[in-house]
């Protein structure tokens, strides 16, 4: 372990993430089509706003590391999670990752229509399991989900699933793979007590198995039982990156003010 202690995996380097929002005017009234031309026409007239969500953003993750995001509302954590994703381009800096990393829950797209059960199936193969890897794997996901704890969910369509239900087969499908980079956004949050300890367990494994997790979540207990280390994030810049203790101590005085 100790060798592959600082291996980096996630290197940002002054990342500036910009996101560009057309200040458009209101559809109004009038028929559909009607409010749809006033729509483009506005969205094509209308002064373009910058949301500068992420300024500046510096670190290095390494393998074997459990990192957690934490900071207020609209700080920049889930942007700067899916940047790392590479679902967002930087304006201005880098952020490189080894591997591609896997965002809990964008990159498991369930389709609704279908059962739980072929959603598994569908999800594996995304992630690149061989047919029999499925086979072998799905019962377990199905089961660690727990969403057949109260009938054969599994075989019912996701539309009539909760959204925590939800989540939770997007977790258990997503957790089922060994991540180079696994970026988890509130994900344990989601689930009741006891699927939040399973699942907290399992990303203790994943880590175990060399990857490096990212978790964004305002559960504190869920970053203290997870994450050694913490980034916190105000104001899409930096504030301190450390040992999750230290940064949470710092992180809850400032809240107190
Ligand atoms: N799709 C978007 N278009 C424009 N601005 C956005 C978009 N998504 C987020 N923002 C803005 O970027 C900033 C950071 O938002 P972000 O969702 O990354 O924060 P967060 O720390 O994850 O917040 P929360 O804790 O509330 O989930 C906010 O000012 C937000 O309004």
Redesign the pocket.
Known sequence: MAENERIPTVVADNAHII?K?HSSASPGSGSPLASFKRMVTSAKASNVVE?H?VKGVSFTAYRGEAIGLI?S???????LLRAVAGLLPCARGAIYAAGQPSLLGVNAALMNELPGARNVELGCLAMGMSPAEVKEKKDGIIEFSGINERGDFASLPMRTYSSGMAARLKFSIAAAKQHDVLLIDEALATGDAKFRRRSEARVRELRADAGTVFL?S?SEQSIRDTCDRSIW?ESGEIRADGPTDEVMREYEAYMRK
């Open positions: 996101y929002v949301v969500a900071g509302n609209g700080s920049g954590k889930s942007t964004v305002h994030l």
